[in-house]
């Protein structure tokens, strides 16, 4: 007579293919999450760098928009005896007895101070410095600026009737290699009427 076995249970078999299935869906979803946890960090990233960004655009562009001509050149060089300018642009610097190296322009602002914005090309950081004192950075250390370019020249010419503007380029990496490319062109908000 065979003895009944009303217990129920798994054998090593189903086990391990319930064990099995289990560790697949649960590295599925952690790579779910983790590629969600990449794509926050990279979209907070770029956040960042965007805002960064837009404020030293606006920064900027409201100092070289309130630009006046400098009719002294104590600040920028003028073209000759009577045709002075409105902004120069400039390749190397000495300030406070340091010399500094990278593309930037000069202008007297608003407030008849000479002011320049110029990239560094030590430390890959925008800067800006007034009166020829040691400059200040504009740009945090999670941001390089790769390429800061001012121009075209003859937009801010005094040979014509136009009134000067100045178009600048930036290409900026930040944190999670987010990168932004942007220009801009800023015209003088008074009319530049001196010759």
Known sequence: MAIKNNKKAFTLVELLVAVAIFAIIGGI????????????RKSLAY????????YLMEY???????????TSGGCVTPLDS???????????????????????????????I????????????????KNKAAPIVLTSDDLDVNFFNIGPDESWDQEDND????TFFLDITGKEQS?????????????????
């Open 179 to 195: 990168k932004i490319k942007i220009q801009t062109t800023v015209s003088q908000r008074n009319p530049d009427i001196l010759k």
């Open 163 to 166: 009134q000067p503007r100045v």
């Open 114 to 129: 000479c002011q320049e914005f110029f990239r560094d090309t030590n430390d890959f950081r925008l800067k800006e410095s």
């Open 47 to 54: 956040q960042e760098l965007l805002s960064q960004t837009s």
């Open 29 to 40: 979803a952690s790579g779910v999450f983790i590629s969600a946890l990449r794509a926050q």
């Open 82 to 112: 009577t045709n002075f300018r409105n902004y120069q642009k400039t390749n190397s610097r000495i300030l406070d007895g340091t010399t500094y190296s990278g593309p930037g322009i000069i202008f007297l602002n608003y407030q008849g």
């Open 60 to 70: 900027m562009s409201r100092a070289l928009r309130m630009a006046r001509k400098d």
